[in-house]
């Protein structure tokens, strides 16, 4: 069942350059143990460990997510909270994400949290608590298109 929620991904483009050197030398290592197919078995040891790596460690982000889609905002907050203060505790984890967690997304995982949670708060109808986490996005990531937009709309409806 597709779900009717939004869903932004943004993909930093360089960050896809480490990964394939990543697999290109998975690639080299089975061929140098005489793997008959070392593409076949690099592609599937890449795949393996990303996606484990995304499936552990961003936990309740992911779990977040699901629930969002579920339209269970109030149970997915807290979710988007443990996750911001999870990256904010593990800093690198984030700011690498392109080698620790093989990831490209754009975003890092705390600007996901916080936009997420005050994308929950405006589906429960709280207002002032998105507008209050999309205020605090901007503070720490002032270029993000997303709270930029959400604050906007929010604070356009307010006046009204």
Same mark, same amino acid.
């Given at each position: #069942?597709a ?5 932004v991904? %943004?993909?930093s483009?360089? !960050?896809?350059?480490p990964?394939?050197? &990543? +697999?290109l030398?998975?690639?080299?290592i089975?061929?140098? +143990?005489? &793997?008959? $197919?070392? /593409?076949?078995?690099? /592609? ?5 460990? !990303? +996606? !484990?790596?995304?499936? &552990? ?5 992911? =779990?977040?997510?699901?629930?969002? *889609? @579920? ?9 988007? @909270?443990?996750?911001?203060? &999870?990256?904010? %505790?593990?800093n690198?984890? $984030?700011k ?7 990831? !490209?997304?754009? #975003?890092?995982?705390? @600007? #996901? ?9 405006? %589906?429960?109808?709280?207002?002032? *608590? ?5 205020? *605090?996005?901007?503070? =720490? ?5 997303? /709270?930029?937009?959400?604050? *906007? +709309? ?5 006046n009204?």
């Amino acid at each position: #069942m597709a779900s009717n929620v939004p869903t932004v991904r %943004q993909t930093s483009w360089i !960050s896809v350059i480490p990964q394939i050197s &990543f +697999m290109l030398i998975l690639i080299f290592i089975y061929h140098k +143990m005489n &793997f008959e $197919d070392p /593409a076949l078995y690099g /592609a599937i040891t890449y795949l393996t460990i !990303s +996606m !484990s790596l995304r499936y &552990f460690v961003p936990k309740n982000h992911r =779990e977040g997510l699901k629930l969002t *889609k @579920e339209h269970k905002f109030e149970n997915a907050i807290p979710k988007f @909270e443990n996750s911001y203060k &999870f990256f904010t %505790q593990n800093n690198w984890i $984030d700011k690498y994400r392109f080698i620790t967690l093989l990831s !490209s997304s754009k #975003m890092n995982y705390r @600007e #996901m949290a916080l936009c997420n949670i005050a994308f929950c708060y405006s %589906q429960i109808g709280n207002g002032e *608590k998105s507008i209050e986490y999309y205020k *605090k996005t901007l503070e =720490e990531f002032p270029e993000n298109g997303l /709270a930029l937009t959400g604050l *906007k +709309m929010l604070t356009s409806i307010e006046n009204k």
